[in-house]
């Protein structure tokens, strides 16, 4: 991610540094937020895989081939060039797995149930165990020091 986003910056003509600059941010905190972005995607893919995975989602060459079809048609390119480019490349199998995380992302959007505001807030009002505990200050006792008070 990091590296895509200095191509990204490059392709603008923005130096890097210029970047953080212009931002005020410290290259620390461009690689912890990149860190951040990298690990709530991981976390995403890993979810729409368990869900592709419990629906038994599996993508066939000819709906690969349809939407390489669709897709050289849109752009106005010879499709059966297209799809036998994709074939011959490699990219099935990335189209395959795109293709199925695509459709479990589909999946879980229709069968979601949106909360109402007023739902939300009367769960966050409920009274839960760890809502009466305080954090209390956590005291060492060592051989020689006096017992914690």
């Given amino acids: 991610l990091l590296n895509g ?15 953080l600059q212009l931002t005020g941010t410290t290259g620390e905190q461009l690689v912890d937020n990149i860190r951040a972005e990298a690990q709530q995607s991981v976390a995403r893919e890993l979810v729409l895989e368990a869900v592709a995975d419990k629906l038994g989602l599996e993508e066939e060459d000819a709906e690969i081939e349809e939407l ?64 009466e505990s305080s954090p209390t200050e956590t005291k060492l006792w060592t051989p020689g020091s006096k017992e914690p008070a």
């Fill in 5 to 19: 986003f200095a191509r990204s910056l490059e392709r603008r003509g923005l130096d890097p540094n210029t970047y």
């Fill in 68 to 131: 390489i079809r669709d897709q050289a048609e849109t752009h106005g390119d010879d499709a059966d060039e297209a799809v036998q480019q994709v074939f011959a490349s490699g990219a099935l199998e990335t189209l395959r797995v795109d293709l199925r995380m695509r459709k479990a992302l589909d999946r879980v959007a229709s069968e979601a149930k949106r909360v109402p505001v007023e739902l939300a807030r009367a769960r966050e009002s409920l009274w839960t165990p760890d809502k």
